[in-house]
């Protein structure tokens, strides 16, 4: 089975803070992504990365950014964490041409005070 | 640009009961359609698929159909369990390329009543 696994399932960090969300993936996927999840709003992908060091802006790319260095590893950053950040992030992969469908981590609520 | 919508929640059903979520999308081109379920303090896991128009995706007793001409993909369950109760997505992938995304709708809550 496909897993994907994200460093934290909370999070609790003050205003300002750098933030790093880790995610790790074992199939060998090609595509990995991050969103985040509001109520209401669905999911929102805020940067994606189809290989190692490649990375493309999603829908809400400000106030954050992403590193790619290994292809099992996707790093969410947030470089100073503000109130409306406050979320629920969701790191997902995919495979190649072929393969439609993304798996999904457990996801990491969190909240910036 | 694409897009899904989805019918707003909560749904509230009693079980076996029988279940409709509508989702209609705007692509251009051939898009293909998704399910994902969400189960309480999990992830996104993918119910079923339809990758061309009038295929059925089915699984765990959900279906759901590629309607082109209506532009719909509308999820059914004949009879729910309380363990059906989740946030369930519509989504759409513009293409078969690597690098394509998926568009997700807002999402569906689903409680079902023992």
């Known amino acids: 089975d496909v897993k994907v696994t994200q460093s934290s399932r909370y999070l609790v960090k003050r205003t300002g803070e750098k933030v790093f969300l880790e995610c790790v993936q074992d199939?060998?996927?090609?595509?990995m992504f991050w969103y985040r999840q509001d109520p209401g709003l669905g999911l929102r992908l805020i940067y994606f990365?189809?290989?190692?060091?490649?990375?493309e802006k999603g829908d809400i790319p400000e106030g954050y950014s992403v590193s790619r260095e290994k292809k099992e590893r996707f790093s969410l950053i947030l470089e100073s964490a503000s109130t409306n950040q406050t979320s629920m992030y969701l790191c997902a992969s995919r495979g190649g041409y072929s393969s439609y469908e993304q798996y999904f981590g457990p996801g990491t609520r969190l909240t910036v005070t | 640009g694409n897009s899904v919508t989805q019918m707003e929640g909560p749904v509230t059903l009693s079980e076996e009961a029988f279940l409709t979520i509508n989702c209609t999308y705007t692509a251009t081109g051939y898009p293909s359609l998704f399910w994902y379920v969400q189960y309480p303090g999990e992830g996104l896991q993918l119910l079923l698929k339809a990758t061309k128009a009038d295929d059925k995706g089915s699984n765990k007793g959900f279906e759901a159909t590629y309607r082109k001409e209506t532009t719909s993909f509308h999820l059914e369950k004949g009879s729910v369990q309380v363990s059906d109760s989740a946030v369930y997505f519509c989504a759409l992938s513009d293409s078969g390329s690597s690098a394509s995304k998926i568009i997700f709708g807002s999402g569906t809550r689903l409680s079902i009543r023992p």
């Open positions: 199939m060998d996927h090609e595509n």
């Open positions: 990365s189809y290989d190692v060091k490649m990375k």
